[in-house]
């Protein structure tokens, strides 16, 4: 006599994709972060040139991250990392930069970002390691 296995429920898996804004003046950056990042499983919901966009982007479109580069033409990182702060719409923020974070010395942690990620290390994963 076979024995009866009771049928078992599919398992379903319910994963939550981080979206994110990149905010960068060279748009060579930013389609290279969307293309790395994307490929990583983010979903890059949009892009922004300087920090006044940044700001109105944020407003605009919630992500939960934003890639900020530090220094934009018409405010740098920071300022726009402590603005989203005071107004209470502060995303995950994670600085990036060409420079190695060292030269930012206390500023990364100062202006309420998650951490820094160099721009020539920029991935999935190194962004994940801040994120943690």
């Known amino acids: ?5 009771p049928a078992q429920s599919p398992v379903r898996h319910t994963f939550v994709v981080a979206t994110i804004l990149i905010v960068d003046d060279h748009p ?3 389609a290279t972060a969307r293309a790395i990042l994307e490929a990583d499983g983010f979903q890059v919901v949009g892009e922004a040139e300087d920090g006044t966009s940044a700001l109105d982007a944020v407003h605009r479109l919630r992500p939960d991250i934003v890639l900020l580069d530090v220094q934009l033409p018409d405010m740098d990182g920071f300022t726009v990392a402590t603005t989203l702060g005071a ?3 502060m995303p995950t923020i994670v600085l990036t ?3 190695d974070a060292a030269d930012f010395g206390p500023l990364v942690g100062a202006c309420g970002a998650r951490g820094f990620v160099p721009k020539a290390e920029l991935s999935g994963a190194a962004l994940h390691a801040v994120l943690r």
């Not at 006599?1 to 296995?5: D, E, G, T, V, Y």
């Open 28 to 30: 060579s950056f930013r």
């Open 1 to 5: 006599m076979a024995s009866r296995i």
């Open 97 to 99: 930069s060409s420079r």
């Open 87 to 89: 107004n209470g719409t």
